[in-house]
């Protein structure tokens, strides 16, 4: 469950950097990551996509 929580605000957070233009290609990077580990529902890939969004935003603020 915390998983999920994580990947949900890194995903809304991004998508709000993607949409100002601050998200750069680390970022982009780090959100195909969590896309392809939802999609493929290997939660190790999701989680690296996530933790490294997470990262990258805290870094940003």
């Keep these: ?6 990947a949900v605000f890194a995903l809304v957070i991004s ?3 993607l949409i100002q ?3 750069n290609p680390m970022g982009l990077l780090a959100l ?3 896309a ?3 999609k ?3 939660p190790f890939v999701a989680f690296i996509g996530a ?3 997470a990262l ?3 870094d940003s603020f």
């Design 1 to 6: 469950m915390p998983l999920i929580a994580l």
């Design 15 to 17: 998508f709000e950097r």
């Design 21 to 23: 233009g601050k998200l």
């Design 32 to 34: 195909a990551i969590l």
């Design 36 to 38: 392809i580990g939802f």
């Design 40 to 42: 493929t529902k290997r």
């Design 51 to 53: 933790f490294s969004l």
């Design 56 to 58: 990258l935003l805290v």
